[in-house]
């Protein structure tokens, strides 16, 4: 029946009650099947269908009244003891709620029941009430009719849809569209026949990208924010359900429900691929529920694997357009259809790891193909771009080992400046904005190194590290453009694919080495660094793909375009219509490596909001009042004093309603940090495994809530640093139990408050780190000098770990060892106004301490005056303020300190960090500020301590980040207008340690540094 002749205001009370009743009969449903004696539970079950079937019936809608009609009577059944609670009557029932789910969906969002076939499901209801319902037939005749494919797929393909839990979503229209998801099934007789299964991947897979079917505006939003969600849980699950395989059923019907839940979404948009294989993965878990199959360790491997999947899927779908870019996933619908058949790992354990590769490499050919088909490149340009690349990538390499030896070198920097240039244009012209941003980042590097009087061997470890960073994009790149495995150019012995390549890396070490006789790329020699970068610009231009291939056979120099080769883009679509879809598509691949970053929404709890809304209430009265009072002084019906008083007391209610609306605020953007913890099990079980070391996480103070803001960008650096912990904080097994440890590692992950902060610590019980062993290891990359090295306590000498491109790793793994991890970390956790803290112990362990604000927006400061300008300290960091004589300084180690109740405290005055004018040495009476750098404490000088205020923190902005101001997190604007920095207390105590080590004529002041 139509909604246009109902009341809106009925109807949408409908919708609200009918989901309601379908969320509160499902999960009871899967609990009762673990009770079936639970009579209550039938109640909760009878009840809310007993609802649906009246008010349905009230609305005149007669086909959700009918199947909530046959729905109840069976219920009804049950709760008198007439039938017994069996699987096949299980599935029934969720066979039934879902067709309702999606006749009450159809009918909120096109306004009629849709085509919902639910006939074959009275049909099996009436069965089973008069006693004939074979189990066998239920999920092959009812349940699962409403979504078979089409009757022209295989039989083969409906075999394994027979022990499932019914799906009956699908409209008419998606059925039409789904018989692609079935159609990668292999024949089943054809596998049975054969002693080794080897999955194939669908030679007929389109990947075309395609609309999915959204209803409103936010429909495809809330779907993916949904998947997101189910993916988190489907890894919780399966990782509960690696531990302890046993009496696990409950955690069995939750992970069974996720899939079917996924299953269920992906169908209602129409996307094929993720509904094919939630529903292989949903018939394996039934049979997983119901006894037929034990849950084991290749099953949870197998079903991880297939989660991972899921979630690519899921990262392929396109926000602005609407459109999924498809990916092959045959290989594993066709492992969970084998193991469902089977009920048995045994044919696919040899599989599961190579069916998941051969997935990843049909995916990456299928990416590569659909790159290079939706950006109009044909062959030659995809060869042109890899061979430049790859020659780029080896003049990079060959410049930054020249430059080692003889920094002055400046032809060899500006070779450097134009290789980076070349690949900057390469990847604009590829569409691939993110890299050529990156590429110009660098670039940009290596000109101001260049232009400034600097030395440049202070920039190479820098750009080494920002080296590395982009070849692996760049590596990354061209395996998508190829869908085949990127070899990288700059490792000498690597073997090449082809002959030239192989032969080319022979000369590199010689003085001058002969061109390869026919490669797309000659590898530059050292004298040739600045000749081979002749052609900056990148492959042809668009318009010219066909005319840059004959010149390809002899040399790649004549194809580059010229600088300006971006620009032909925007002129070319006339030219070539295929080339106009680049700017959209390279807008729509940007966006899949951060949308892991985080949701556009957040939850709120509605007594929060209910506050909120009494605030607002309260702040309207005040606005009144203030008016009121205007009017009175307009029109002097009061005297000036009392009105004065009065609007006194209506400022201090201003400034009450404000704190408690800035609170509440605070309060609804608070989120546990739960959602960010959630990744790391399956994170720590992927590294045990692949490093071979038993390891156990132990995560605490999950509910411990932070700023929205922080927990979307504290979930990198924590990645970072579990590796590290996994990785080469804890040893193997053999260490350990030589050391006398147990052979099973821990890595503890822990959130809780400190003070008005809240802190993140990531510890482990592995081998430490040895303090001389990192002053050594720096010594040798030349971080820092012998005479620096002796001059370090421990705990400074821990600090090293943070050093651009350090790393005291032994071997480089594919974990970690690169040194650009915990680099990283120091960059972020700075960005989030926090610091980090590293404790360790040789032999016992290591534990690392995020310190970071409970808001990115808002803080308590104390501001202070130096040399005539304000600036403000985190309250945060405050222990204490104090007022010192001169006369009790002392020297100790060539610094100021003060005996302050029994402790030895350092002084030095702020205005000598910041390069501003000193006083100190002119006053008997000092203000001091005593600040706190996790347990460490140094006292600052300043000219007056001024007063506390609650300040709004605004970053410095891209221009004076450039250069780089130590010891300034930010800026305020206080109410007078005027700029007021924000000072970093973290960086200032770093600052204060070197400026006893350093010559007076060495030290560069922070803020004279950007003049």
Same mark, same amino acid.
């Given at each position: 029946m139509s909604q246009d002749f109902l009341d809106p205001e009925i109807l949408a009370d409908f919708f609200v009650e009918a989901k309601e009743h379908l969320e509160t009969i499902e999960p009871n449903l899967l609990e009762l099947e673990k009770s079936p004696e639970n009579l209550g539970l039938l109640n909760e079950i009878f009840r809310p269908m007993h609802s649906l079937k009246g008010a349905s019936g009230f609305l005149g809608l007669n086909?959700?009244?009918?199947?909530?009609?046959?729905?109840?009577?069976?219920?009804?059944?049950? !709760?008198?003891?007439?039938?017994?609670?069996?699987?096949?009557?299980?599935? &029934?029932?969720?066979?039934?709620?879902?067709?309702? !789910?999606?006749?009450?969906?159809?009918?909120?969002?096109?306004?009629?029941?849709?085509?919902?076939?639910? /006939?074959?499901?009275?049909?099996?209801?009436?069965?089973a009430l008069a006693g004939e319902l074979d189990e066998e037939v239920t999920g092959e005749q009812g349940g699962d009719s409403p979504v078979i494919p089409s009757p022209g797929a295989p039989e083969a393909t409906v075999k394994p849809v027979v022990e499932t839990v019914p799906d009956s979503i699908a409209t008419s229209s998606q059925i039409a569209t789904e018989p692609e998801p079935a159609s990668p099934a292999v024949d089943t007789e054809d596998r049975a026949m054969t002693s080794s299964f080897q999955p194939q991947p669908d030679p007929n897979f389109d990947d075309t990208p395609y609309i999915l079917t959204t209803v409103g505006e936010g429909h495809l939003a809330d779907f993916l924010e949904e998947a997101q969600e189910i993916v988190e849980n489907l890894n919780r699950c399966l990782l509960a359900l690696e531990g302890d395989p046993d009496g696990s059923d409950e955690m069995i019907n939750d992970t069974f429900r996720y899939f079917h839940n996924l299953k269920g979404n992906s169908g209602i948009i129409g996307f094929k691929e993720l509904n094919a294989l939630t529903h292989e993965a949903e018939t394996l878990l039934n049979k997983v529920r119901k006894g037929d199959m034990e849950c084991s360790q290749g099953l949870i491997d197998l079903l991880l694997a297939a989660v991972d999947l899921i979630e690519e899927l899921i990262g392929k779908v396109d926000m602005e357009t609407n459109k999924v870019s498809p990916v092959d996933t045959s290989v594993m619908v066709q492992l969970l259809q084998k193991v469902t058949e089977d009920l048995d790992m045994a044919a696919v354990e040899g599989a599961v790891a190579a069916g998941k590769d051969e997935a990843g490499e049909a995916q990456d050919s299928a990416a590569g193909t659909s790159f290079a088909q939706e950006h109009g490149y044909d062959q030659e340009d995809v060869t042109l771009f890899v061979s430049t690349i790859n020659q780029q990538l080896d003049s990079a390499s060959v410049a930054l080992e020249l430059l080692r030896q003889d920094a002055t070198q400046m032809d060899i920097i500006d070779a450097l400046f134009r290789t980076f240039q070349t690949i900057q244009n390469s990847t604009g012209y590829m569409g691939l904005n993110e890299i050529k941003e990156y590429a110009s980042r660098t670039a940009g590097l290596v000109d101001q190194g260049r232009k400034s009087d600097i030395d440049f061997t202070l920039m190479l470890d820098i750009l080494d590290q920002e080296? %590395?960073?982009?070849?692996?994009?760049?590596?990354?790149?061209?395996?998508?453009?190829? +869908?085949?495995?990127?070899?990288?150019?700059?490792?000498? +012995? *690597?073997?090449?694919?082809?002959?030239?390549?192989?032969?080319?890396?022979?000369?590199? %070490?010689?003085?001058? +080495?002969?061109?390869?006789?026919?490669?797309?790329?000659?590898?530059?020699?050292? *004298?040739?660094?600045?000749?081979?970068?002749?052609?900056?610009? #990148?492959?042809?231009?668009?318009?010219?793909?066909?005319?840059?291939?004959?010149?390809?056979?002899? %040399?790649?120099?004549?194809?580059?375009?010229p600088a300006s080769q971006p620009a032909p883009k925007s002129a070319s679509p006339a030219a070539s219509k295929s080339m106009s879809n680049v700017p959209s598509k390279s807008a729509a691949n940007t966006p899949a490596p951060t949308k892991p970053k985080g949701s556009s929404t957040i939850r709120v709890d509605h007594h929060k909001l209910d506050h909120l809304m009494n605030v607002i209430g309260e702040l309207i009265i005040n606005r009144n009042r203030y008016a009121m009072l205007a009017r009175a002084l307009e029109e002097g019906h009061e005297d000036v004093h009392v009105v004065a008083q *009065?609007?006194?007391?209506?400022?201090?209610?201003?400034? !009450?309603? #404000?704190?408690? &609306?800035?609170? /509440?605020?605070m309060k609804v953007r608070m989120v546990p940090v739960q959602t960010v913890f959630s990744r790391f099990p399956r994170l720590v079980r992927d590294l045990s495994r692949k490093s071979g070391k038993q390891v156990e996480l132990i995560m605490e103070g999950e509910e411990t809530e932070f700023d929205k803001s922080v927990v979307e960008e504290i979930g990198d650096p924590l990645v970072h640093l579990v590796r590290n912990a996994v990785d080469h904080g804890l040893e193997d097994e053999q260490e350990r139990v030589q050391a006398g440890k147990k052979p099973k590692g821990h890595v503890w992950l822990r959130a809780y408050h400190k003070g008005n902060s809240v802190a993140i610590e990531v510890e482990d019980d592995g081998r430490g780190i040895d303090p001389d062993k990192l002053k050594q290891v720096a010594i040798r990359k030349g971080v820092i000098t012998p005479e620096e090295a002796n001059a370090m306590d421990d705990r400074e000498a821990l600090d090293l770990i943070f050093a651009p491109g350090f790393s005291s790793a032994e071997k480089v793994t594919d974990i970690s060892g690169r040194g650009v991890g915990m680099d990283v970390v120091k960059t972020n956790i700075k960005n989030l106004k926090g610091s980090v803290n590293t404790q360790s112990e040789v032999g016992k362990g290591t534990r690392l301490t995020l310190t970071l604000p409970l808001t990115l927006a808002i803080i308590d400061a104390l501001m202070v005056q130096v040399a005539g300008d304000t600036f403000a300290i985190p309250l945060d960091a405050v222990s204490e303020t104090t007022k010192i004589e001169f006369a009790k300084l002392s020297d100790v180690n060539n610094r100021k300190a003060v005996t302050l109740r029994g402790e030895v405290l350092g002084i030095v005055e702020l205005a000598e960090l910041l390069g501003l004018p000193q006083t100190m040495d002119e006053r008997e009476v000092l203000p001091m500020v005593v600040i706190q750098d996790n347990d460490r404490r140094l006292g600052l000088v300043v000219d007056r301590l001024l007063e506390r205020q609650e300040i709004v923190i605004k970053p410095l902005g891209q221009y004076l980040n450039n250069f780089n101001l130590k010891g300034l997190s930010g800026a305020t604007i206080m109410g007078d207008g005027s700029v007021v920095l924000i000072l970093d207390p973290h960086e200032i105590y770093s600052l204060s340690t070197q400026l006893g080590r350093k010559e007076p004529s060495a030290s560069v002041p922070a803020l004279s540094s950007g003049k």
């Open positions: 086909k959700i009244n009918g199947l909530a009609h046959k729905a109840e009577n069976i219920l009804d059944e049950l !709760r008198q003891g007439s039938m017994h609670v069996t699987g096949a009557i299980m599935d &029934l029932i969720l066979s039934a709620t879902d067709a309702l !789910r999606t006749m009450v969906d159809n009918l909120e969002n096109s306004g009629i029941e849709g085509d919902v076939d639910t /006939t074959p499901i009275i049909a099996d209801i009436e069965k080296f %590395s960073i982009l070849k692996e994009m760049l590596l990354q790149a061209i395996a998508d453009v190829t +869908g085949e495995a990127a070899v990288d150019p700059t490792e000498k +012995g *690597q073997t090449s694919k082809s002959e030239a390549e192989s032969e080319s890396s022979a000369p590199k %070490s010689q003085d001058e +080495g002969a061109a390869p006789s026919a490669p797309p790329a000659p590898a530059p020699t050292p *004298q040739a660094a600045e000749v081979k970068q002749e052609p900056v610009p #990148s492959p042809a231009p668009v318009a010219e793909p066909v005319a840059s291939a004959p010149p390809q056979s002899t %040399s790649p120099k004549p194809t580059p375009a *009065q609007l006194t007391e209506t400022t201090y209610a201003m400034a !009450r309603i #404000s704190d408690d &609306l800035q609170d /509440t605020i």
